[in-house]
């Protein structure tokens, strides 16, 4: 197993952790998240306002691909996300239920650490989670 996907496994247990100084640590000083830079303590910020309306909310990795040959260090994952939202989760009312959604990230590593960030969240799944009906029956 290589190093880079070691580094990740550590990244994400630090994030269900709640252990955002590891989280720091694993990532550049300015980390590129869906195209715009953040300094990591913002970065950690606004992952943190992401997260606090689930306490329970954990990551678990279903895929991850790892390619570390080459100029470029590169992670891709699918990562299931189950928890409990208590207040407004992404755009959400909470129900009192949890959720279980996907996320399809990709990252860039430079000299070890996380430096770019592209994700997607099936926010359809999660919206036919947290109101009345499913978009598909609407």
Known sequence: M???K???KTYIQAINDRNWALVISLVHPTVIWNQKP???EKYVTLMTRAIDPAPDLKFHIDILVA???G???MVSARLLIKGTPEKEFLGFRPTGKSVEFVEHVFYRFVEGKIKEVKTVIDIEGLRDQMVDAPIFAR
């Open 6 to 8: 070691e580094s990740y």
């Open 38 to 40: 953040y300094p990591a």
């Open 2 to 4: 290589s190093s880079l």
């Open 67 to 69: 390619d570390d040959a």
């Open 71 to 73: 100029d470029e260090q």
